[in-house]
Structures are given as structure tokens and as C-alpha cells.
């Protein structure tokens, strides 16, 4: 697939390529972005370039890994976020927002974008966020974005050799308004 740019009322998601490898380098040094994600670290300029050069072009022409960068009206970049297909219409969502950008809703603004473009031109099904137990900021926007929190898997992420729980959560087309691409049949509740 080739790639595609998203807007949105503040914000315009595009593919990141190596005119911006610089710019993911610098933001990627936040030690808190190197705490919660499972990038390397430290995270060196051959990290970015192979993100930037390799990573980001193989996932959009092997339709495996949909990269936006999140850029708002000043240009600057100010996050990154990846829908990864994980099994047949079942995306992960995954974002890191650059701290001098952090608490202006960006990348909830981001995510609802990506993800609705995902129900409707990808036939993504179900979206699923997970991030390690303790990452509020990454929580709070899952939340704002409307993702219903579904608990806790023991040992389930593995952040730079260790094994840590992480918080599960889905957002389904239905939770937008939108049609399936294939039908769902939710369990009966039982009173």
C-alpha cells in the first residue's frame, strides 16, 4: 500500500521518511519516551535512521505497519503513531507524543483519525492499545479516545528484556458509529 496522509482540524499525519530522522532522533531522546516504549536505548542516530529509512517504508509497502507522523500547525513534529496488523481485522495502536507537546490532545486528535481510517479503509475490525501498567499518559489518551479498558495481562510485554504486565484495551468500530466489516455477536450479558 502506498501511504496515505491523514488530516484532522489541527493536525496532519503523514508517513515520516528520512527528512525527518533528525527530528524523531531528538524527540525520541525523552527519557520518558525511552521508559514506556520498547524502543531501544539508548537510542542512537542509527535507530532513527533505520526507523525513518526502513521500518516505516517496509511496513506501508507490506500493508503490516500503517507509521503517521503527527504534525500540527507549526510543522514541528510532535509525535508518532502505528496501527500494526496483528491478526486478520485486529490493528495495534501505538504512539509516543514528544514532551513539548504533551497535554494539548494531539494524540488523541491522532488516534481517532488513524483509527477511523482503519475501520473504514482497511477493514480493521478491532484496534487493540496495550502499554505497560503504570503509564498513565499513555492511558489517559487511550481513554479519551474512547477505548474500553479490558484489564491486565501478567508477563505480556517485554520492554528491553524484562517482562512486564500491561493494560489491555479495544476500540471497536460500533464505539464510533461505524459498520463492522464483519459481523460481531457480543456475548449476552447475564443479569
Do not use: C
Given at each position: 500500500?502506498?501511504?496515505?496522509?491523514?488530516?484532522?482540524?489541527?493536525?496532519?499525519?503523514?508517513?515520516?521518511?528520512?527528512?525527518?530522522?533528525?527530528?524523531?532522533?531528538?524527540?525520541?531522546?525523552?527519557?520518558?519516551?525511552?521508559?514506556?516504549?520498547?524502543?531501544p536505548s539508548p537510542y542512537l542516530p542509527e535507530h532513527a535512521r533505520n526507523f525513518t529509512e526502513q521500518m516505516v517504508p517496509d511496513g506501508w509497502s507490506e500493508s503490516s505497519m500503517f507509521t503517521f507522523g503527527v504534525f500540527p500547525p507549526t510543522g514541528e513534529l510532535a509525535g508518532m503513531l502505528a496501527l500494526t496488523m496483528r491478526s486478520l481485522g485486529v490493528a495495534e495502536v501505538g504512539f509516543?507524543?514528544?514532551?513539548?507537546?504533551?497535554?494539548r490532545g494531539y494524540t488523541t486528535e491522532a488516534t481517532l483519525a488513524a483509527v477511523r481510517w482503519g475501520f473504514t479503509r482497511l477493514a480493521i475490525d478491532r484496534v487493540e492499545w496495550?502499554?505497560?501498567?503504570?503509564?498513565q499518559g499513555s492511558r489517559a489518551v487511550a481513554?479519551?479516545?474512547?477505548?474500553?479498558?479490558e484489564g491486565t495481562l501478567r508477563s505480556?510485554?517485554?520492554n528491553k528484556g524484562v517482562r512486564r504486565d500491561c493494560w489491555v484495551g479495544s476500540l471497536l468500530p460500533s464505539d464510533?458509529?461505524?459498520?463492522?466489516?464483519?459481523?460481531?455477536?457480543?456475548?449476552?450479558?447475564r443479569g
Open positions: 500500500m502506498e501511504p496515505v496522509t491523514l488530516t484532522t482540524p489541527r493536525l496532519l499525519l503523514r508517513t515520516v521518511g528520512p527528512q525527518d530522522t533528525e527530528a524523531v532522533y531528538t524527540a525520541v531522546q525523552d527519557p520518558d519516551i525511552q521508559r514506556w516504549t520498547t524502543i509516543w507524543t514528544a514532551k513539548e507537546h504533551r497535554g496495550r502499554a505497560e501498567v503504570g503509564n481513554e479519551r479516545a474512547g477505548f474500553t479498558i505480556a510485554l517485554n464510533l458509529g461505524l459498520p463492522s466489516a464483519a459481523p460481531y455477536l457480543p456475548t449476552p450479558s
